[in-house]
């Protein structure tokens, strides 16, 4: 098979090489990859940034990637035979398992995996892996009911975007927190009002919106503790990075993304159905996935950066 390599840290130094094709352990499938997604704990792993959350299993050269769509190949004892042949999603918690999808074929455990519909083309659907379950998880996590204000920071982007359609069609009430240039986004995605962000304090912006400030937040953005003055005294707060101190009798959580069997399947059927935006910036084939990776560090807007396989 052919596989992205990381052997030195730098988008430079990334290669596509010729390796065994894996073979899959008891409860695993194997998949023939069609598109996998760059996402931005790729360029982490890729540039070694996030060589500190490294398992210790793991070790060069690496292969990234954390989510795909192919064909399932083949399979081993305890998995569920029944996936044979089946267009898939997959995904993988590469910080946990070492173990990339960025390659030709591909071993995930079963439970890691659902069927996917015909219809949606592979490159889009792949989006919906890592990006989809975290926002599921965060939306988890916050456990609102029908008609809370929810604050959603990069509400228009990867992970923001997909939770900002979750959580409408939850019937929360959305606010996007954004920069003026994705307010269009924001709003396409079914944002009820919109908070600039950049110019003031966003707990200034969202408490013209709701003066005794939001019912929760959910922060994708990485925005921190100045996020919190958007959110009344006993609300929640979910970040999908280091959490800040609490304050003001809020409760601060870190979502965690993690395979959810049921959340991705959701997942899956709404962005085949047109419920979930999928949007893809560009594809490249998997031999040009350095000039992937310097497209996606250069990338502006939601589009992801996807890599694509010609199984044959």
Same mark, same amino acid.
């Given at each position: 098979?052919?596989?992205?390599?990381?052997?030195?840290?730098?988008?430079?130094?990334?290669?596509?090489?010729?390796?065994?094709?894996?073979?899959?352990?008891?409860?695993?499938?194997?998949?023939?990859?069609?598109?996998?997604?760059?996402?931005?704990?790729?360029?982490?792993?890729?540039?070694?940034?996030?060589?500190?959350?490294?398992?210790?299993?793991?070790?060069?050269?690496?292969?990234?990637?954390?989510?795909?769509?192919?064909?399932?190949?083949?399979?081993?004892?305890?998995?569920?035979?029944?996936?044979?042949?089946?267009?898939?999603?997959?995904?993988?918690?590469? $910080?946990?398992?070492?173990?990339?999808?960025?390659?030709?074929?591909?071993?995930?455990?079963?439970?890691?995996?659902?069927?996917?519909?015909?219809?949606?083309?592979?490159?889009?659907?792949?989006?919906?892996?890592?990006?989809?379950?975290?926002?599921?998880?965060?939306?988890?996590?916050?456990?609102?009911?029908?008609?809370?204000?929810?604050?959603?920071?990069?509400?228009?982007?990867?992970?923001?975007?997909?939770?900002?359609?979750?959580?409408?069609?939850?019937?929360?009430?959305?606010?996007?927190?954004?920069?003026?240039?994705?307010?269009?986004?924001?709003?396409?995605?079914?944002?009820?009002?919109?908070?600039?962000?950049?110019?003031?304090?966003?707990?200034?912006?969202?408490?013209?919106?709701?003066?005794?400030?939001?019912?929760?937040?959910?922060?994708?953005?990485?925005?921190?503790?100045?996020?919190?003055?958007?959110?009344?005294?006993?609300?929640?707060?979910?970040?999908?990075?280091?959490?800040?101190?609490?304050?003001?009798?809020?409760?601060?959580?870190?979502?965690?993304?993690?395979?959810?069997?049921?959340?991705?399947?959701?997942?899956?059927?709404?962005?085949?159905?047109?419920?979930?935006?999928?949007?893809?910036?560009?594809?490249?084939?998997?031999?040009?996935?350095?000039?992937?990776?310097?497209? $996606?560090?250069?990338?502006?807007?939601?589009?992801?950066?996807?890599?694509?396989?010609?199984?044959?």
């Amino acid at each position: 098979m052919q596989a992205v390599q990381v052997e030195r840290f730098g988008v430079e130094n990334l290669k596509v090489q010729e390796v065994a094709d894996p073979v899959p352990g008891p409860g695993e499938v194997l998949i023939a990859t069609e598109a996998a997604t760059i996402n931005p704990a790729d360029l982490a792993i890729v540039t070694g940034t996030a060589a500190p959350r490294f398992p210790p299993e793991a070790v060069p050269p690496y292969i990234p990637g954390w989510d795909l769509v192919g064909q399932v190949a083949g399979s081993a004892d305890g998995a569920d035979n029944t996936m044979k042949g089946a267009r898939v999603v997959g995904f993988t918690n590469w $910080f946990r398992t070492g173990r990339g999808t960025q390659a030709s074929v591909v071993a995930l455990p079963s439970a890691n995996v659902v069927i996917a519909p015909d219809g949606l083309p592979s490159a889009k659907l792949t989006t919906v892996g890592v990006n989809g379950l975290a926002a599921w998880r965060g939306l988890a996590d916050l456990n609102l009911s029908t008609g809370d204000t929810l604050v959603i920071t990069g509400a228009a982007g990867g992970v923001g975007g997909f939770a900002t359609e979750l959580a409408v069609a939850r019937g929360l009430t959305v606010i996007a927190a954004v920069r003026e240039d994705a307010r269009r986004d924001a709003r396409a995605l079914g944002a009820h009002a919109v908070a600039r962000v950049g110019e003031e304090e966003l707990g200034t912006v969202v408490r013209r919106i709701v003066p005794d400030g939001a019912d929760a937040l959910l922060d994708t953005a990485s925005i921190g503790a100045a996020a919190l003055g958007a959110v009344r005294d006993g609300g929640r707060y979910v970040t999908v990075t280091v959490p800040p101190p609490p304050e003001r009798d809020i409760t601060v959580t870190r979502s965690s993304v993690r395979m959810d069997t049921e959340g991705m399947t959701t997942l899956v059927a709404m962005a085949s159905d047109g419920r979930l935006h999928t949007p893809v910036a560009a594809e490249f084939d998997l031999q040009n996935a350095r000039l992937a990776y310097e497209a $996606f560090a250069n990338r502006k807007g939601r589009g992801r950066i996807v890599l694509t396989c010609q199984n044959t």
